[in-house]
């Protein structure tokens, strides 16, 4: 499966973005989905999960800001992200594979979509 992740940009301290990330070559449907993130000098960090079923985890320097959902119909995934903060700011990135839930460990990736967000 190719993905596709877009929607980045550059948002104000407590401002809101939305991710999508768009999936072809297979329904989504049996994928566990997850966004990513790395900024500047850091490691790639978990930021969320959507299992087939519509549950989702997220880190807890997100929790309570962000949202994950996904629309199996379009194919589409979506990163609802409120409250922005300036330590949001990095390179945002869309994944999916059969496992993941629990492991974080995707198989496909798509290419990273900047998210900026000044104080």
């Known amino acids: 499966v190719q993905l596709q992740a877009s929607g980045g940009g550059l948002a104000q301290a407590g401002g809101s973005l939305r991710l999508s990330c768009a999936a072809s070559g297979r329904t989504l449907i049996p994928y566990v989905m997850g966004w990513f993130r790395q900024a500047p000098g850091k490691e790639r960090e978990f930021v969320a999960v959507?299992?087939?079923?519509?549950?989702?985890d997220y880190a807890d320097s997100v929790k309570g800001r962000f949202t994950f959902s996904r629309n199996n119909a379009e194919n589409m995934v979506y990163l609802q992200m409120n409250n922005l903060r300036p330590e949001d700011t990095a390179v945002y990135y869309c994944?999916?594979?059969?496992?993941?839930?629990?492991?974080?460990?995707?198989?496909?990736w798509g290419q990273g979509t900047q998210v900026t967000v000044s104080s």
């Open positions: 959507i299992s087939r079923i519509g549950s989702t």
């Open positions: 994944a999916g594979g059969r496992s993941g839930w629990g492991t974080r460990e995707f198989d496909y």
